[in-house]
């Protein structure tokens, strides 16, 4: 019964928790977290690192948007209206923009293909030439050479 009534007592406590959360599913847009995927339309850099005029007037722009009442993505939406497509620091991942995001992955894989090729290249040719130096006799050594080598040995042996 003990049990029964804690387990009561933890679902009343966290129904209001729940409900609140869908009630509110976006929270509401702010400077900081549009400025990080934006870009000044002047300088080409981040608009949360630009001083330039033009930024100002598009921090502006989105503060405005944020005072509406606006969400994030319809904040972006309308900096693309107001200032083109290239305001995004992140490419949308549509049309042309999805080649952003194909390219990198597609070199890589084309990267590692070739290096997959080149390394059993190097390994086939690495066994054909260790098996004709398996199949090939040792070279042989004229008298003069044979003779100086075992005087060299003599001077080194103890």
């Known amino acids: 019964m003990r049990r029964l ?35 000044c339309t002047i300088c080409g850099t ?7 005029p033009q930024a100002e007037r598009e921090r502006a ?3 405005d948007l944020i005072a509406q009442g606006k969400t994030k993505d319809e904040i972006k939406d309308a900096l693309v209206d107001e200032y083109g497509p290239a ?4 490419p949308d991942g549509k ?4 080649t952003a995001w194909i390219l990198p992955g597609l070199g890589m894989l084309v990267a590692l293909v070739l290096i ?7 390994r086939r040719a690495g066994a054909a030439a260790a098996a004709s130096r398996a199949e090939s ?3 042989e050594i004229d008298r ?11 001077r080194y042996q103890v």
């Open 144 to 154: 003069e050479d044979a003779e100086r080598l075992k005087a060299d040995i003599g």
């Open 95 to 98: 049309g042309f923009d999805l």
């Open 46 to 52: 981040a608009l949360q690192l630009s001083d330039s």
């Open 116 to 122: 997959g090729l080149a390394a059993m290249r190097w």
């Open 61 to 63: 722009f989105i503060n």
């Open 5 to 39: 009534l804690t387990i009561i007592t933890a679902l009343a406590l966290l129904l209001p928790a729940t409900a609140s959360a869908q009630s509110n599913p976006e929270p509401q847009a702010s400077l900081p977290d549009i400025e990080d995927e934006v870009m």
């Open 137 to 139: 006799p040792p070279p």
């Open 87 to 90: 305001v995004l620091a992140v």
